[in-house]
């Protein structure tokens, strides 16, 4: 049974800080292309940023230089460091594995429950 487990969601004024992290379990993720992707109200689903299992990472145009994605592999979880936070990133972040791609959601198998980031 594969769980993708996000935590470090929550409130943050504009500027700040946060850390999401991603912990993974039946599944290992050095063998899955890693990615987080947010949704807010009204819109679709979105890529954020994508951390592959030959170590290439790709970010949004819209996070680029702010977000930094990584994994640790030994610990079979996966982070986004969310720097200099706007309003507009408001939205639920959500971890996601692709057992070939991960950059679009319909190469997704399988997502996390989400966690909140609201910026204000």
């Known amino acids: 049974h594969v769980q993708l487990v996000e935590s470090g969601g929550g409130s943050v004024q504009a500027g700040g800080s946060l850390t999401l992290s991603c912990a993974a379990s039946?599944?290992?993720?050095?063998?899955?292309?890693m990615g987080w992707f947010r949704q807010a109200p009204g819109k679709e689903r979105e890529g954020v940023a994508i951390s592959d299992r030959d170590g290439t990472t790709g970010y949004a145009d819209s996070v680029k230089g702010r977000f930094t994605i990584s994994r640790d592999n030994a610990k079979n979880t996966l982070y986004l460091q969310m720097n200099s936070l706007k309003p507009e990133d408001t939205a639920t972040y959500y971890c996601?594995?692709?057992?070939?791609?991960?950059?679009?959601?319909?190469?997704?198998?399988?997502w996390g429950q989400g966690t909140q980031v609201t910026v204000s």
């Open positions: 039946g599944v290992v993720i050095s063998r899955l292309c």
């Open positions: 996601a594995a692709g057992k070939i791609r991960c950059g679009e959601t319909n190469y997704i198998d399988y």
